[in-house]
């Protein structure tokens, strides 16, 4: 695997784990390579997006949040309205096959937010394989309501005490499973991030999100839309909306990452804003690191946003300036988060408030008979305990 | 020739002890003491653990104890500092950094390994940095004018291809990783690990040194009878921990594990 191989995106990505894991990821490769070119996978794969998930999920337009912002005409992909409530299920769909097709019978998985938990836990349940998520006990507690639900699907839910108790620890954990068990196991990484070929594969299994978007767009309105926003945690949802935009150079790309409470390190995630080069989770990306190459523990109110490295095309989609990322903060993101609720009658996850804050700039910045699209990536049902909570917080 | 190589061809034990500990656990200035302990108890080649935030190849006690040593103030100054105290306490004794390859990159390489060299360091283990990766081949390139070496992990899934490729950038000893998962102590061991250490030998020509799992005489004594060096570091960690806040406890207990082991695989 040399520089220029797949697996690298410009400077980022690559391979950056331990040896005991390599043969399992070259296994990986091997069988996703045969996969995507083969014909009864893409059925397969099809076939459970459509019946099972709900494929292909709406793009609808936003009338009221479109007038009350003023600007651009916004439209929503509604992956929230996919079975489990986010984009997550496309990847866990997907990865489960490709776990099948290898002969393995035990699925793990690390989640933040518990939507990639839980998307694996069903497709566990639904392939009848053996799940175990790792969750932060921070995160078990903020978004009870998924730890439950994976629980009641069957699967083991292992919380993590180490560090912080987040995303982070809760992959490093994941890893470390993977390494004892990886004859049997096989490791359904959550998003676009970890050693090659995961950054590849989340990303091709979530491009579904902006080709539907792009058909259902050009199908409606006869063009491409002006802009497109995402939320950018490990940055699943964020590749798959933009993948297919990627070469459309009148499409302007935003991203929005989590801004937390303020620029002072320990206080965001906003890895592409102030991330440095480094080593993390088996690829080399952008990372949020002091001085001695020490990963700083993140914070955001979106626990799926909360992670102090991002996936390796993002770093250089950042880099080559094809992609705007913006950071957001928890304040703005709770505003937007009860705004569109209100407005559009639709209660988006903590992770998508975020986007929508980005995209209320740009529309009002592009000005009327522009479009803008944004990855609706999951529904906040799973946030409502934690919202509340914090509005309590902000009253007092 | 490498420090570490000399040492191999002279060749004055059975098989190698190089046991393993993490720096500035509960200090920086224990540390000092625990490695002056340990060479003087009988070790040939010593691996002091840089910690990293993130250590995902290893098991819970080294997690441990490398998040007690990042609550106090990490720096490189010290980390330098106590290498260089315990490389002058018996600069014979071969000392290389077991680490992660983030803070090393953050450093910059040929820096790292300058102050890394001057501290008394001949070589350096970093089990999330493969053999075939650039940055890999830069390490190696710069580790090799320095005279210093590059010690890589094979493990009971590396293919014999993969074992051959890196063979050419491997230098000093082989760290063979006895079993799946992540460092820590184990009851057994695989029942083909005689096996699999003699096709080692066979494949690269170089020292074989088990690791991971070992933590009894009885263990290291029946591994030394087929493997170049025995590789120690949770039930190091696991007295220190159990001991960390009185330092002549800890000092005696490693003494005396030290030396146990030592005997053991004479
Ligand atoms: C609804 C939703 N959106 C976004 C994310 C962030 O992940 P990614 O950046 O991989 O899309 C999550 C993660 O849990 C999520 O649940």
């Known amino acids: 695997m040399g520089k220029n191989l797949p697996g690298y995106f410009g400077e980022f990505g690559g391979r950056y784990s331990p040896e005991i894991l390599t043969e399992a990821l070259e296994e990986l490769e091997s069988t996703y390579q045969k996969l995507k070119k083969s014909k009864k996978f893409k059925k397969e794969l099809e076939y459970y997006l459509r019946n099972y998930v709900g494929r292909p999920s709406p793009l609808t337009y936003a009338e009221r949040l479109t007038k009350h912002w003023g600007g651009a005409r916004i439209w929503l992909k509604r992956e929230d309205l996919n079975h489990t409530g986010a984009h997550k299920i496309n990847n866990a769909i997907g990865q489960a096959l490709i776990a099948r097709f290898m002969g393995k019978k035990r699925i793990i998985a690390e989640t933040g937010a518990g939507q990639h938990g839980l998307a694996t836990a069903t497709v566990g349940a639904m392939f009848g394989m053996e799940t175990v998520v790792y969750m932060g006990a921070v995160d078990v507690q903020r978004q009870n309501l998924n730890a439950k639900k994976i629980e009641m699907l069957g699967a083991k839910i292992l919380p993590v005490t180490a560090g912080e108790a987040t995303l982070k620890e809760a992959t490093s954990e994941a890893m470390r499973d993977w390494a004892l068990n990886v004859s049997t196991t096989h490791y359904i990484v959550g998003s676009a991030i970890g050693p090659h070929p995961f950054p590849t594969i989340v990303r091709d299994l979530q491009a579904v999100i902006g080709k539907e978007a792009k058909s259902q767009f050009k199908k409606e309105n006869k063009k491409l839309p002006s802009a497109i926003v995402a939320c950018v945690g ?163 | 020739m490498s420090k570490i190589k000399s040492l191999f061809d002279s060749a004055k034990f059975k098989s190698a002890f190089i046991p393993y500990f993490t720096l500035g656990d509960p200090n920086y200035n224990d540390s ?96 999330d940095l493969p053999f075939d990766t650039a940055e890999s081949e830069t390490l190696f390139r710069e580790l090799k004018v320095r005279d210093m070496d590059l010690i890589h992990l094979v493990t009971p899934a590396s293919e014999k291809k993969r074992i051959q490729a890196l063979a050419k950038t491997s230098s000093g000893f082989i760290y063979y990783v006895t079993s799946f998962g992540v460092t820590g102590e184990r009851r057994e061991f695989s029942l083909d690990l005689k096996e699999r250490i003699r096709f080692l030998k066979e494949t690269i020509q170089l020292p074989i040194c088990a690791g991971f799992g070992i933590s009894t005489p009885d263990q290291a004594n029946q591994i030394s009878q087929y493997a170049d060096g025995i590789i120690i570091g949770s039930a190091i960690q696991r007295i220190i921990e159990e001991n960390g806040s009185d330092r002549s406890k800890v000092v005696s207990a490693l003494a005396d594990y030290i030396s146990k082991i030592r005997t053991s695989i004479s």
């Not at chain 1, 001695?292 to 993140?298: D, S």
């Not at chain 1, 909360?306 to 705007?324: I, N």
């Not at chain 2, 080649?45 to 997690?63: M, R, T």
């Not at chain 2, 004794?93 to 992660?100: A, D, E, S």
């Open chain 2, 32 to 127: 000092i003491e625990f490695g002056k302990t340990i060479l003087d108890n009988g070790a040939d080649i010593l691996e002091l653990g840089i910690p990293f935030s993130d250590p995902v190849a290893d098991g819970p006690v080294i997690q441990r104890a490398v998040a007690r040593s990042l609550k106090n103030s990490f720096s490189f100054d010290e980390i330098f500092r106590v290498t260089k105290a315990i490389h002058d306490h018996k600069p014979e004794t071969p000392l290389v950094y077991l680490t992660y390859f983030n803070p090393i990159y953050h450093c910059g390489i040929t820096k790292f390994l300058d102050r890394a060299k001057e501290s008394g360091i001949v070589g350096l283990v970093i089990p």
């Open chain 1, 234 to 396: 490990g940055g699943s949802n964020a590749i798959g909306m933009f993948h297919a935009f990627l070469k459309d150079k009148q499409v302007a790309i935003y991203g929005a990452e989590a801004g937390g409470l303020g620029p002072k390190p320990g206080e965001h995630s906003a890895t592409l804003t102030y991330g440095k080069t480094g080593f993390l989770h088996g690829t080399k990306t952008l990372i949020i690191q002091d001085e001695f190459g020490q990963i700083v523990p993140a914070h955001s109110v979106s626990a799926g946003l909360d992670y102090p490295g991002v996936g390796p095309e993002h770093a250089f989609l950042s880099q080559t300036g094809r992609v705007d990322y913006r950071m957001v903060t928890d304040e703005q993101a709770l505003d937007c988060f009860l705004e569109v609720s209100r407005i559009e009658g639709i209660i988006p996850a903590l992770e998508t408030a975020h986007a929508f804050h980005v995209a209320r700039d740009v529309a009002r910045d592009l000005g009327k008979k522009k479009d803008l699209i944004i990855c609706l990536s999951g529904r906040g049902d799973k946030d409502v305990t934690e919202v509340l909570r914090l509005l309590g917080e902000r009253s007092k």
